[in-house]
């Protein structure tokens, strides 16, 4: 079997544009994303997948000095782009990632990874990890079926709904992490300023010029509890939003 890690990632965002260039550290937060996703085991591609704009440049440029390749689609239809992609690359399963996710845990993508496999699973996700930190693990065949099915808006811009919304057609697997995360409710994505805020404090706490493990960040909320609240009011968006009307 065969996995490739695709991460979405554009400029325009509505809630905090240009996000995937605000600095972490010294360097754009999606060079933080690239790096996590480089770190997952038995990933044996890493592609950058974004719009077509002119305004997304400058994240075709920082894949390139990242080692790893790029492909532009639509702005929108992030199904399509995702399918596409793949479509580029030798793999029987896709590793969702998405560009907002600075703190995505290697180790649960890896594990889950491993169990998709194991599950011979169409879908596969994490149970036990904060909001901002799982990858979604997808059979190509399955991404395929939904790119042909999927016909609602929602379906088009977050990539996997048709496929949750048909549990009759998909086997769907959930992996239990062994990590130990006492905050249910910790958010670690960047949608908005207090999320960016939070992720920006962790990062200039615990990177040290390699991804940050995710025990070690709820150890370090374990001893800074209230870091939690920064943006505990931000609303997760439904997978049934849509963005583009």
Known sequence: MKAAAIIQARISSTRLPSKALLELCGR??????????????????????TGRGKQ?????KIASECGIKS?????DD???RYF???????CDYVI???????????????????YAFEQDADHCTT???PVGTGVEIIRKTALYEAYIKGKEPHHREHVTPFIKEHPELFKIVKHQSPLVNPFPDLRLTVDTSEDFKLIEILYNELYDDAPIELCDVINFIKKNPDLRFINSGV?????????HG
């Open 71 to 75: 492909f532009t689609g639509s702005e």
């Open 235 to 243: 609303e997760q968006r439904p997978m049934t939003h849509h963005s």
């Open 127 to 129: 149970n036990g990890i």
């Open 96 to 114: 969702r990632i998405t560009g907002d996710n600075p703190l995505t845990d290697h180790q649960s993508a890896s594990n889950a990874l491993k």
């Open 28 to 49: 754009p937060m999606i060079y933080h994303v690239i790096q996590h996703a480089k770190n997952i085991k038995d990933a044996d591609a890493v592609i950058l997948a």
């Open 56 to 60: 997304n440049i400058p994240l075709l």
């Open 78 to 80: 992030v199904l399509e």
């Open 84 to 90: 596409l992609a793949s479509e580029k690359i030798d």
